[in-house]
């Protein structure tokens, strides 16, 4: 399987899902809370358009960053977590830690 195929088919059900499963929301407010769960829909909306290496790229750098804009208002030590998260098990992956996109999500955790 090719690091598309992995990735349209494990960003969600892998990446996102864990991360957002494994945050620790004891006392973080509900509103906060509403906005993490609008946030991880909208991320989990992006599987769709995973159908290159270029695509996930701009994923990476153009639609996470606009998608958890909000949340980093909110709090942003919970966003950064999340995409910690999230980018950690993207990368246990073999096919997305043997490809050019290792280098892209590393950067992403960089940027943080």
Not at 56 to 79: N, S
Not at 92 to 104: G, I, T
């Amino acid at each position: 399987m090719d690091v598309v195929k992995t990735l349209r088919y494990r960003f969600v059900r892998y990446c996102v899902n864990k991360a957002y499963a494994e945050l620790d929301l004891t006392g973080v407010p509900a509103e906060v809370v509403n906005v993490l769960d609008d946030v991880v829909w909208q991320i989990r909306d992006l599987e769709k358009y995973i159908t290159s290496i270029e695509s996930m790229t701009r994923l990476l750098r153009v639609d996470l960053p606009e998608k958890l804009k909000v949340l980093r208002e909110r709090d942003p030590a919970l966003a950064t977590t999340f995409v910690k998260k999230l980018v950690q098990y993207c990368l246990e992956l073999d096919e997305v830690a043997n490809s050019r996109l290792r280098k892209e999500f590393e950067e992403l955790l960089r940027s943080l």
